[in-house]
């Protein structure tokens, strides 16, 4: 019996597995491979592309809001307005606030002034406008110097710098309005004897001194305050009289801030109008650079008789009215100023005046 061979694999086939392909099939066939697993990688592609175009699309801006957008585009970039506003967040709180006033704060809130101010009235005319002052002020000191300093003293500060005009304005006015209400009560009052000897010797009579300063508020034309003031005389110690003084918007009648000139101010010229100077040159044109010397301008002595007034007028504020259409137009009318003054003159707080008035003006009365 003849023996069997062993088959032999065909050549090509794969030892241990299945037939072994031929080295140039196998580049054949893994370059269609490839090729189909570009295809399928491009029409997967292809799916997401039409996938995404199917997505729905977000409604087109209607026409306000195109104009409102164009509108954003075109308004001119400040460039500082948003570290302006990081500055102001990082601020400590207001550095002025709206002073209460005494005991009738809350009750003039509620009720307003008997016969003079209705709560609406009062509100407006110190709640709102008093807050609007103080608040414009603190945008104008806020890290300077003058932060920390009364409206007083920023009226005084600034009175003399045209640059400052803004700053003084509504400092001056948050004084005076404050000055004008911290002067009313809810009840008629009367004055001291002492004050009512003191303004007889200036006016001859209290009815004389009642009808000049009531007139004198009446015959303004414009807005302003109308005050009551302790004129000192500097040639003569602890000697004066008493005078009735107008100031006209925020005019300050304090001694050191006479020296204001209004046709420079920056409410009706810029800086550079302002003789083309800078900061420091304004300051140099404007102030005295040094101290020499015990006795003349430049001295010490001298630079401090600058405060006062042209001159030489002192004097002290002891009582004011508001004057301002929006104080009374509201509660009286367009034609009530003068009903006003009178109502106005019932409710003055002549304890809060005599608190005001210098030991020289009523001294002498009881000596």
């Known amino acids: 019996m003849a023996q069997s061979r062993p088959v032999e694999a065909p050549r090509g086939a794969m030892q241990g597995g299945g037939p072994r392909m031929p080295n140039a099939a196998a580049r054949m066939g893994g370059r269609v491979a490839g090729k189909r697993l570009a295809e399928g990688a491009r029409w997967r592609r292809a799916g997401e592309t039409v996938e995404r175009w199917r997505r ?12 409102m957008i164009l ?77 920390d300093d009364s409206t007083q003293t920023v009226a005084v500060k600034t009175a003399r710098e045209p640059l400052f005009a803004s700053t003084f304005n509504y400092a001056s006015m948050a004084f005076n309005n404050h000055f004008f209400f911290q002067s009313i009560t809810d009840r008629e009052t009367s004055m001291s004897n002492e004050l009512a000897a003191s303004l007889t010797t200036s006016f ?19 807005p302003g305050f109308v005050w009551l003031v302790w004129h000192r005389q500097s ?49 140099r044109q404007n102030q005295i ?26 004097i002290i504020p002891a009582l004011c009215v508001n004057t301002w259409e ?23 707080n002549w304890s809060e005046v005599q608190s005001r008035v210098p ?7 009881n000596s």
């Open 235 to 283: 040639y003569a110690l602890n000697q004066g009289s008493w005078k009735i003084v107008p100031t006209y918007l925020a005019g300050s009648p304090l001694s050191d801030a006479h020296w204001r000139q209004q046709p420079v101010d920056m409410n009706t010229q810029n800086a550079l109008s302002a003789g083309g100077l800078s900061g420091a040159d304004y300051v």
């Open 204 to 222: 001859s009579s209290l009815d004389i001194f009642k009808a000049d300063f009531l007139a004198t508020a009446e015959a303004m034309f414009g």
């Open 326 to 348: 929006h104080v009374w137009v509201p509660d009286w009318g367009i034609t009530g100023k003068k009903d006003f003054l009178e109502a106005w003159w019932r409710r003055i």
């Open 289 to 314: 650079q040094n101290s020499a010397g015990v006795t003349g301008p430049h001295s010490a002595a001298g630079q401090a008789a600058r405060n006062r007034a042209p001159g030489g007028a002192d």
């Open 359 to 365: 030991k020289e003006a009523v001294g002498k009365m």
């Open 71 to 147: 509108a954003r585009l075109l308004r001119p970039q400040q460039p500082l307005r948003a570290a302006q506003r990081c500055t102001r967040l990082a601020q400590r709180r207001a550095i002025h606030e709206v002073p209460h006033l005494a005991n009738y704060d809350e009750r003039f809130r509620e009720s307003g002034i008997p016969e003079l101010l209705s709560p609406t009235g009062f509100n407006t005319a110190w709640s709102k406008y008093q807050q609007l002052m103080v608040d414009k002020l603190n945008e104008k000191v806020a890290g300077t110097a003058l932060e």
């Open 56 to 67: 729905p699309r977000p409604p087109s801006p209607s026409a306000t809001q195109r104009a």
